[in-house]
């Protein structure tokens, strides 16, 4: 893969879709911080279903630590994993609190430093409220940007640090969200659709389908 075809890879997929968006249900950097740290290993849909009951309810960190542990728990127990992310949720709110005047630190050591959230989350939360050309490297992504050989790696780090190296400053901000919803609804996991594909004959795949 060269930088040509990215660059004509990252083209169509901004004409495609100019301004893409998480589809994370939030309103502010901190209902984002929530959700984010909810989705691990569980679909966006899920924890919509779930915050669109809590953030009405509590949707800063001092409503959502008064609700406590428990009280949490009865909002996002249809989410997997629910009862660790709880507990997660519950005392980083109390950091924030402590730590941050109850706001969301746009600094990503310091939010690598909350319980519950690692640098992919990190890098979502800079990235979609506050504007950074952070990549954070899904299972989606990383899939995508080794079938068509755009950027791989053998681990999501290696994907990001390809990634930061390859995509244009133009393209940053927005990859992170292409390249999710490319693997989410078209270059899918098991028989990926390339009859429907944008990129298909940028891409590097050798093994394509017919499935659309």
């Not at 506050?130 to 994907?159: E, L, Y």
Request: proline share 5%.
């Amino acid at each position: 893969m060269n930088n040509t075809k990215r660059r004509e890879i990252l083209t169509r997929l901004r004409e495609q879709n100019p301004k893409p968006e998480t589809e994370l249900n939030f309103s502010s950097p901190f209902e984002l911080l929530v959700a984010v740290t909810l989705s691990a290993q569980a679909t966006d849909v899920s924890v919509n279903k779930a915050t669109d009951k809590l953030f009405p309810v509590a949707n800063t960190p001092q409503a959502i630590y008064d609700l406590g542990v428990e009280g949490l728990k009865e909002y996002i127990k249809t989410i997997g994993l629910y009862n660790s992310k709880a507990e997660n949720v519950i005392k980083a709110c109390r950091m924030l609190l402590d730590l941050h005047g109850g706001e969301v630190p746009e600094d990503r050591d310091a939010l690598v430093a909350l319980p519950g959230v690692g640098r992919k989350t990190a890098n979502v939360v800079l990235n979609t409220a506050f504007g950074w050309p952070t990549i954070a490297v899904d299972t989606h992504i990383f899939r995508v940007s080794n079938r068509t050989k755009f950027a791989m790696g053998k681990n999501v780090d290696q994907v990001e640090e390809k990634l930061l190296k390859v995509v244009p400053a133009e393209f940053k901000v927005d990859v992170h969200h292409w390249l999710i919803l490319h693997g989410r609804y078209v270059c899918v996991a098991r028989k990926p659709k390339c009859n429907a594909c944008i990129i298909e004959d940028l891409c590097e795949f050798k093994e394509k389908t017919s499935e659309s």
